[in-house]
Each structure stands twice: as structure tokens, then as C-alpha cells.
């Protein structure tokens, strides 16, 4: 069963830089089956999608992050990482970590998510 | 505000019907495949219909997912009160961005 587990400061402070890994276990980050995910939800609101990376490192991003926003992978220790730079409090939010089946075209699994909050 | 539009809240009596749409447009719906979540409160959404219409394994067959042009549809039958979650589409753009609605609330009466 694949399991994805999201880890990293749950406070931040304005103006720094947010740090996230998600851990993959139960299957592999080097498959080149799937695009390895984060999608953020701020307190109450919708989705919103970050950006992925490819086993190959290969990422794509949401144009509206993309100049603060980079996404890592680490085939060596199963791990995708997100990096969110001059946070501020809209940057509050539920962060999740999900796999993108390539086959089915959807997130198939996802992490139970963090709460970062962005505070002083 | 979302590219793909969802209304924000429907609602019905247990045993109905409920269909919750999702607009969009060619850059989008139009030309890809849309995908169902259902996130139920303190939970990470999980997948429910993928590829428009397919229901993974374990999603009963209560649910189900249609797409006409640049709309789709989920549609949900025998409404039971373990269903009263929120309710998300999704598809990608021309850039191969990922899009999500705005997020549908299923309140069962």
C-alpha cells in the first residue's frame, strides 16, 4: 500500500522559506508512472495546486507561485521535497503531498497533510 | 477565483439524487480528462472518478462522472450522510498546469 507522509516546521516565520518533505513508502519516486505532487489548502478554502516533479526532475509549477516556489526529488531516499520562499500569511495553509497516476490521470494518493502557518 | 467553476454548496435528502457540475472551457475540460475528489471535514481528499467517467477500486458505483464538451458532471445516487463532504474537479490546461474548482459542500438533509 502506498503511503505518502508529509514532515517539516509547522511555523514559520513572514519573509522566510518553507520547507516541506514528503516520504514515499509502499512505492518508488523513480517510477516514471507518476508526477509527484504538492497541493496547498488554506484554512476553509479550496485547492490549490504547487507544482509537480518528475522521477527525471523535470517540474512544473503554478505560474502564480512559480518565481518562489522549488520542488526536489531524492530517489535515494524515496523523497519529494517543496521549498516556498518570502512566505507571508496568505501562504497559510493545509500542505499536502500526492502522487499523480499517470494512468488514471488523478491524484491517487495523498498525504493526511501539515498544517504551516506563517507568523511571527 | 478558480478557472473551473463549481457551484458552492448543494444539498438533498438522503436516498436522492445530487449532481454537482464543473465549468470550464477548451484550454481545459475541453481537451482532457477530469478527475473527482471527495474530501471529507479534517481529511485529505481522495479520489473518486477518474478519466471522466472511471471509478477507481472501492468507490461504489453510486458514483459517477460524465463530461459533455467543456463541462463535467458527478453524479451521486442513494445519498446516504456519510456523503455530506466537499467535492472537488479537476483537469490541467494547455501548459499542463494543474487546475482544481473552486470545491462543491454536499450537505444531506
Known amino acids: 500500500q502506498v503511503q505518502l507522509q508529509e514532515s517539516g516546521p509547522g511555523l514559520v516565520k513572514p519573509s522566510e522559506t518553507l520547507s516541506l518533505t514528503c516520504t514515499v513508502s509502499?512505492?518508488?519516486?523513480?517510477?516514471?508512472?507518476?508526477?509527484w505532487s504538492w497541493i496547498r489548502q488554506p484554512p476553509g478554502k479550496g485547492l490549490e495546486w504547487i507544482g509537480y516533479?518528475?522521477?527525471?526532475?523535470?517540474?512544473n509549477y503554478n505560474p502564480s507561485l512559480k518565481s518562489r516556489v522549488t520542488i526536489s526529488v531524492d530517489t535515494s531516499k524515496n523523497q519529494f521535497s517543496l521549498k516556498l520562499s518570502s512566505v507571508t500569511a496568505a501562504d497559510t495553509a493545509v500542505y499536502y503531498c500526492?502522487?499523480?497516476?499517470?494512468?488514471?490521470?488523478?491524484?491517487?494518493?495523498w498525504g493526511q497533510g501539515t498544517l504551516v502557518t506563517v507568523s511571527s | 477565483q478558480s478557472v473551473l467553476t463549481q457551484p458552492p454548496s448543494v444539498s438533498a435528502a438522503p436516498g436522492q439524487k445530487v449532481t454537482i457540475s464543473c465549468s470550464g472551457s477548451?484550454?481545459?475540460?475541453?481537451?482532457?480528462?477530469v478527475s473527482w475528489y471527495q474530501q471529507l471535514p479534517g481529511t485529505a481528499p481522495k479520489l473518486l472518478i477518474y478519466?471522466?467517467?472511471k471509478r477507481p477500486s472501492g468507490i461504489p458505483d453510486r458514483f459517477s462522472g460524465s463530461k459533455s464538451g467543456t463541462s463535467a458532471t458527478l453524479g451521486i445516487t442513494g445519498l446516504q450522510t456519510g456523503d455530506e463532504a466537499d467535492y472537488y474537479c479537476?483537469?490541467?490546461?494547455?501548459?499542463?498546469?494543474?487546475?482544481f474548482g473552486g470545491g462543491t459542500q454536499l450537505t444531506v438533509l
Open positions: 516533479i518528475y522521477y527525471s526532475g523535470s517540474t
Open positions: 477548451s484550454s481545459n475540460i475541453g481537451n482532457n480528462y
Open positions: 479537476g483537469t490541467w490546461d494547455s501548459s499542463l498546469s494543474v487546475l
Open positions: 500526492a502522487r499523480f497516476g499517470i494512468a488514471v490521470a488523478g491524484y491517487d494518493y
Open positions: 509502499g512505492g518508488s519516486v523513480s517510477s516514471g508512472s507518476y508526477y
Open positions: 478519466d471522466n467517467n
